[in-house]
């Protein structure tokens, strides 16, 4: 087959060339010429053309950007009168608080009202006299404040012109007084007012104590006293005695009987546990029947016992039996053949005596053998 036949889808299959392809056209030298002058009259007329389109550069300024050292904040003087206008107040709006800012601002409230409560409380406790700033952690002497209190009231025109030393001697002076108990007490001055203003701080805030010192009583006894009352005794103590007694002599009721109660426990039981009914009744019953049964259980176990100690007595017996037997044949047989040994024995010695002429005297120590024997 020929390439001439083949068609030009198939052609190259079989290594034939495309006709249309393998053709070679010539080109001209004025083609090439002309082509090439075509080309740069192109090139110069997109150059020019896009010069003219373009726009010319702007100069630059060289001010355009602003001096560090000239402004630190542009336009500040302008808010700053903004600010000062009062016209933009009645158009300025706020951000209104939320509820957890509403309830924290509550709860700061409350804790801080709460501390000054503590504080006012421990204010009135120092100013009575009922906590002691042994410590001066607080800074403040409430003795000296109130009795220099007391003195400018007693003599204001005096307090200038005393000194310090003067005070001092007036504090340490030695007067009796009566103390929280009821007793003449002597000490200083100093010691006498104090005592004298804790009386009236008390008598003045015993509702708003801030103390759990018991208070004074009321009724005192002063002096040797006989207590007639303490033989004595009114009709309540008498009547609440009465009622002790009769309790006292009351028999003692028994406790109720309390059963175990496996029900009460979180474990586990054996199969031969039971739970006893809570009935005293029929706990009773229950026990009978666990009795018989008992019993019930040991009597088989005994006969059972009993029928094994006969059938183990029966076989001692006959294996004893078994060993008398045994023993016998051995016997029997031990004669037998003791006897035939012996007679053996005797037939030749009676041919020997036959022989030697002594045939007497040899059967008769035969005899003697035997009958040792």
Do not use: C
């Amino acid at each position: 087959m020929s390439s001439t036949h083949l068609s030009g889808k198939d052609a190259h299959l079989y290594g034939a060339k495309n006709a249309a392809r393998s053709k070679r056209r010539d080109i001209s030298s004025s083609s090439t010429v002309a082509f090439s002058s075509t080309l740069s009259n192109l090139i110069k007329a997109s150059s020019s053309t896009g010069d003219a389109s373009r726009p010319a550069a702007r100069p630059r300024k060289d001010k355009d950007k602003d001096d560090i050292f000239k402004t630190h904040n542009r336009n500040v003087r302008k808010r700053a009168l903004a600010d000062l206008d009062d016209t933009n107040l009645a158009t300025q709006k706020h951000r209104g608080r939320t509820s957890d800012e509403k309830d924290e601002d509550a709860s700061h409230w409350k804790r801080t009202q709460r501390r000054m409560e503590e504080k006012a409380r421990l204010y009135n406790a120092l100013k009575r006299g009922d906590v002691e700033d042994i410590d001066d952690r607080y800074g403040v002497d409430f003795d000296r404040k109130w009795a220099d209190a007391q003195a400018s009231k007693d003599g204001a025109g005096n307090a200038s012109s005393s000194s310090s030393s003067s005070e001092d001697d007036a504090d340490e002076e030695e007067v009796e007084y009566v103390d929280e108990f009821g007793r003449t007490r002597r000490g200083t001055r100093a010691e006498a007012l104090r005592e004298e203003r804790r009386k009236r701080t008390l008598a003045h805030d015993a509702p708003d104590r801030f103390t759990a010192r018991p208070e004074a009583p009321e009724q005192i006894i002063y002096g040797d006293t006989v207590q007639t009352n303490a033989f004595n005794p009114d009709e309540t103590i008498a009547q609440a005695m009465a009622e002790l007694a009769a309790k006292r002599d009351k028999e003692l009721t028994p406790p109720p009987e309390l059963h175990f109660d496996g029900r009460q426990e979180a474990r586990t039981r054996g199969t031969g546990f039971m739970y006893f009914d809570k009935d005293e009744e029929e706990r009773r019953q229950q026990m009978q029947r666990l009795e018989k049964e008992r019993e019930e259980t040991e009597r088989v176990r005994k006969e059972r016992k009993d029928k094994l100690e006969e059938r183990k007595r029966m076989v001692e017996e006959k294996k004893r039996s078994m060993r008398e037997k045994r023993s016998k044949g051995k016997a029997e047989r031990f004669l037998d053949e003791l006897g035939a040994e012996l007679g053996l024995a005797g037939d030749e010695s009676a041919e020997g005596t036959k022989a030697d002429g002594q045939g007497k005297p040899a059967v008769e120590r035969k005899s003697e053998d035997v009958d040792s024997a």
